[in-house]
């Protein structure tokens, strides 16, 4: 049976392959999902560019937007025969791209067609079909609309619901819909007492794995999103406190194996910022860690990877990574993100 008891979430522009590969090697357990995938690009587009991935990144979902069921279904089978172990429909992107193309939150006003969509994915495929969902629109939400729309979809064979425990505000930004709707995880703790048959992961807030243990006491999974992009290594104890694996790797053992992985996706004409970029939080809030910031930011190649590398080795030594912290003010705040968790 599947494992959805901690997951990353897909993030545009952020969780592609190159991020992906990276948070494997810190945890081998946590769930990965791909940046939002619009059907007509998956149908018309260049399917190896967007879909390939490595097998060190299962357990890893593909999330769907869309709202032709036929063009979802015949995407979800085109996943499918990647390899991918979920396709995921997105039905919580409010930004305003995705309310042009009808896909994404705005969907959950049309509860009909969000049934013939997933009835039609289901039985295009053998994997799961699973939902990203938020509690409702435009702040109108209430639990017993919500829990009537996790009854319908699952009345047509879904039974894992990743909930974005906030509503959709249509008129505002992305980023603002990630900050003003009121965040209710009691509403999905509750889901899963009146469903208990069904899988709930919760999502929306979650900075740590401390908040994300704290949720798996009452619902099957948490999902966290920019505090992975942020600092990466707010999963080091992941794999030891989640899935009982006794491993703990250092940053510097995830650096040199970003290091190897780049000189082979260099080979293969990858641009190196392409890889580069996710490394940025490496070594967020440790010391020397702003100058690794600034020696790939500039540098932008595999030569200022290896000067970088050459730096960190230098401050942790023969001994081993140190734990002690940065000096104060040393983090940076990290890029903005878009349609995070959604």
Known sequence: ??????????????TDRHFRFMVRQISQGVRLYTEMTVDQAVLKGNRERLLAFRPEEHPIALQLAGRDPETLAEAARIGEAFGYDEINLNLGCPSEKAQEGGYGA????DLGRVREILKAMGEAVRVPVTVKMRLGLEGRETYRGLAASVEAMAEVGVRVFLVHARSALLALSTEANR?????RHEWVH??????????????????SLEEALFHLKRVDGAMLGRAVYEDPFVLEEADRKVYGLPRKPSRLEVARRMRAYLEEE????????????????????????????????????????DRALRLMEEEVGEEGEKEKPGPKGQAEAAPGLACEGV
């Open 179 to 183: 900050k003003i709707p009121p965040l």
């Open 1 to 14: 049976m599947a494992d959805f008891r901690l997951a990353v979430a897909p993030m545009v522009d952020r």
């Open 266 to 305: 260099v080979l293969k004409g990858t641009p190196p910022w392409a890889v580069l970029r996710h490394m940025l939080n490496l070594f967020r809030g440790r010391p020397k860690g702003r100058v690794w910031r600034r020696l790939l930011g500039e540098g932008r190649s595999l030569e200022a990877l």
């Open 190 to 207: 509750r889901l899963k007492e009146d469903f208990p048959q069904l899988t709930f992961v919760t999502n929306g807030g979650i900075r």
């Open 106 to 109: 705005c969907l959950l006003a």
